[in-house]
């Protein structure tokens, strides 16, 4: 069940309501910040793979995963939790240390980010891919929407070269889902394929998650 919380106002200049303000308000009101705080999770977002993970039940022990976009490393914290062997994050920023974890600062879209991850895990190919990959915006809906869907397909290019047979991907998506094109080929390749939104994924946000189990195929392994 989701935390409760007592309503905090934020105090501003007379009547301004700047983006700023709001998003304060929104932290100091939200019961998710406050039960991460509390139990040590890196940040809110952890809620919603722990979410989603109690429907799914397919974090197993020891498994390997990949997070893509794992800063500040909540997911990250919630597989190590779960038993995973080795988890390795990978994000633009840099993460503090955790155990059980490895983090590598780069650009997941580089042409060299499979290979350097394969030998991070010492040429075994991994269970899971996760992503809660979020591009930096500009503001301009159009523009960020066409950000947020490419960034999706570039994550699922790299789970279908890495990905044991057998192995699941789960990826945050935007608006009405995974788009077709894109949703035909997750389904070629995976034996289910579903969109969950998780209750710690604000009901105002159209970010959703594209759950992909038991990859069919791995060509480099063919
Ligand atoms: C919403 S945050 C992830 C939160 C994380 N799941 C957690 O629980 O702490 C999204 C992350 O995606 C990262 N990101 C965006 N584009 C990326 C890229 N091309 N390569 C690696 N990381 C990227 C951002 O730097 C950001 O840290």
């Known amino acids: 069940m989701a935390p409760r919380n007592k309503h905090t ?13 709001r ?6 009101n939200d019961p998710y910040v406050k039960e991460a705080k509390r139990l040590g999770y890196r940040s809110r977002a952890a809620f919603k793979l722990i979410e989603m993970e109690e429907k799914l039940n397919i974090i197993k022990k020891d498994m390997l995963v990949v997070d893509l976009g794992a800063a500040p490393g909540g997911w990250t914290q919630v597989a190590v939790e779960k038993g995973a062997k080795h988890v390795i994050g990978i994000d633009l920023l840099e993460i503090e240390d955790m155990e059980g974890a490895e983090f590598i600062q780069m650009d997941f879209t580089d042409n ?3 290979e350097k991850l394969l030998e991070m895990l010492g040429g075994e190919k991994p269970d899971m891919v996760i992503s809660d990959l979020s591009p930096y915006t500009t503001g301009h809906k159009k523009t960020d929407h ?7 397909e570039m994550a699922y290019d790299f789970a279908a070269q890495v990905l044991k047979p057998g192995g699941h991907f789960i990826a945050k998506v935007f608006q009405g889902g995974a788009q077709s094109d ?20 604000r009901k105002g946000s159209p970010e959703q998650y594209l ?12």
């Open 9 to 21: 106002r934020v105090k501003t200049a007379r009547g301004r309501k700047s983006s700023s303000t």
């Open 23 to 28: 998003w304060l308000q929104r932290q100091l």
């Open 112 to 114: 060299e980010a499979p």
């Open 146 to 152: 066409l950000k947020i869907m490419a960034l999706v």
């Open 182 to 201: 894109l949703l035909k080929m997750v389904k070629a390749d995976f034996e289910t394929v579903k969109h969950m939104k998780p209750p710690a994924s």
């Open 211 to 222: 759950v992909a189990l038991d990859f069919r195929k791995n060509v480099e392994t063919e």
